[in-house]
Structures are given as structure tokens and as C-alpha cells.
């Protein structure tokens, strides 16, 4: 009779959705290509952050230039343009697969995994620093908390109800940054 009961219990507990909710919907697989005309320039908005960074360090009287620089485009702002390299990067084509509880994205030069469970899951950059990271899902929307050891990238990734278009809000907060850069790109449906 309690065994009973606690499968009946557990069962009406709600579950963490690990595919679309209506069969047959739209879901986030498939190729994607950047829609400039609604998108933020991100690497503007990285430099614009880090440069207000510089300027609130110079002020304190801890000038020079960002850690690991000589005065070089902040991480993500320069360089490849459009590819996905450090937090302020978006790339201008992206592959995304999710299946069994897991979001593959690659944008060509890199391949990140995500559990969707809500579980952390620790793993290392390409440039060696550590990173914790929880996804969940629900519905049509992705969301992404990344931990680093100075800073924090929150990821949503919202598919339309036609499952077209995606947008990727990224919030971004790393070292002495004041206040989170916040960052929207769209994606439409390729294939």
C-alpha cells in the first residue's frame, strides 16, 4: 500500500522536460544563420564594457591595461569576426542538436554539451579555465547558467512558436565588470 501510494506520489511530481513539449513541435535542431538586422553587435558590446571596466580602474588607481593584455580587444571582442571564441562572440552559423536530454551547439570551431538535466556539470574551457555549468529546458526555452571562477555567463535560448526563429540572450558578468552586458542574437532556420 506505501509502495503504492509513493509511485503514485512520485508520478505527480512534475518532470524536467527533456524534448519539446508537443510531439511533432518545432524543436532547436537543425542549422541556424544570424540575423544581423535583429541582432546586437556583440563584440561592440564587449568593448564598450570593458572600456567602461578600464576607465572605473583608472579612476580607483589601478589603471593599465585588462588582465592578460597589453591594451589588446578585450576576450570576444576582436579577431575572427562573427565566430564563437570568448564570451562576447557569436557565430554567424550554428549547428544545434538536441536529443535525449542534451543540447549539442557547434559553430564550427568549437562543440559545447549541455545536460539538460539541472544538474551542475564542471568542465574546462578551451584555454584551461575552470567552468560549472547547469541547462534546463523548459518548453521552447534553453537556459544556461555558466559559473567561472570570475564571472558568470547566463545563456537563453527561446525558439518562436513557428520554430523558425531563435534568439540567444546572453548575460554576461566577468571580473570588475559593474554591470552585465547583455547581448541578443536571432538565428533563423537554415535547415
Same mark, same amino acid.
Given at each position: 500500500?506505501?509502495?503504492?501510494?509513493?509511485?503514485?506520489?512520485?508520478?505527480?511530481?512534475?518532470?524536467?522536460?527533456?524534448?519539446?513539449?508537443?510531439?511533432?513541435?518545432?524543436?532547436?535542431?537543425?542549422?541556424? *544563420? $544570424?540575423?544581423?538586422?535583429?541582432?546586437? =553587435?556583440? #563584440?561592440?558590446?564587449? +568593448? @564598450?564594457?570593458?572600456?567602461?571596466?578600464?576607465? /572605473?580602474?583608472?579612476?580607483?588607481?589601478?589603471?593599465?591595461?585588462?588582465?592578460?593584455?597589453?591594451?589588446?580587444?578585450?576576450?570576444?571582442?576582436?579577431?575572427?569576426?562573427?565566430?564563437?571564441?570568448?564570451?562576447?562572440?557569436?557565430?554567424?552559423?550554428?549547428?544545434?542538436?538536441?536529443?535525449?536530454?542534451?543540447?549539442?551547439?557547434?559553430?564550427? *570551431? $568549437?562543440?559545447?554539451?549541455?545536460?539538460? =538535466?539541472? #544538474?551542475?556539470?564542471? +568542465? @574546462?574551457?578551451?584555454?584551461?579555465?575552470?567552468? /560549472?555549468?547547469?541547462?534546463?529546458?523548459?518548453?521552447?526555452?534553453?537556459?544556461?547558467?555558466?559559473?567561472?571562477?570570475?564571472?558568470?555567463?547566463?545563456?537563453?535560448?527561446?525558439?518562436?512558436?513557428?520554430?523558425?526563429?531563435?534568439?540567444?540572450?546572453?548575460?554576461?558578468?566577468?571580473?570588475?565588470?559593474?554591470?552585465?552586458?547583455?547581448?541578443?542574437?536571432?538565428?533563423?532556420?537554415?535547415?
Amino acid at each position: 500500500m506505501i509502495g503504492a501510494l509513493l509511485l503514485v506520489g512520485l508520478s505527480a511530481l512534475p518532470r524536467q522536460s527533456s524534448s519539446p513539449e508537443k510531439p511533432g513541435a518545432p524543436g532547436f535542431s537543425g542549422t541556424w *544563420e $544570424r540575423d544581423p538586422d535583429r541582432s546586437d =553587435d556583440a #563584440q561592440e558590446k564587449m +568593448r @564598450a564594457a570593458f572600456e567602461r571596466m578600464q576607465e /572605473e580602474m583608472e579612476r580607483r588607481g589601478r589603471g593599465g591595461p585588462p588582465p592578460g593584455g597589453s591594451g589588446a580587444p578585450p576576450p570576444g571582442g576582436g579577431g575572427r569576426e562573427g565566430r564563437g571564441g570568448g564570451p562576447g562572440q557569436v557565430p554567424e552559423e550554428l549547428e544545434v542538436e538536441h536529443e535525449a536530454g542534451e543540447l549539442r551547439l557547434d559553430d564550427g *570551431e $568549437r562543440l559545447q554539451i549541455f545536460y539538460l =538535466d539541472g #544538474q551542475k556539470h564542471r +568542465r @574546462a574551457m578551451p584555454n584551461g579555465a575552470k567552468l /560549472e555549468t547547469v541547462a534546463t529546458l523548459q518548453g521552447t526555452v534553453v537556459l544556461i547558467e555558466e559559473k567561472l571562477a570570475r564571472g558568470k555567463i547566463e545563456r537563453k535560448l527561446e525558439l518562436s512558436e513557428d520554430g523558425e526563429s531563435m534568439v540567444i540572450t546572453l548575460n554576461i558578468k566577468i571580473g570588475n565588470m559593474k554591470e552585465p552586458v547583455l547581448i541578443r542574437t536571432v538565428y533563423e532556420r537554415v535547415e
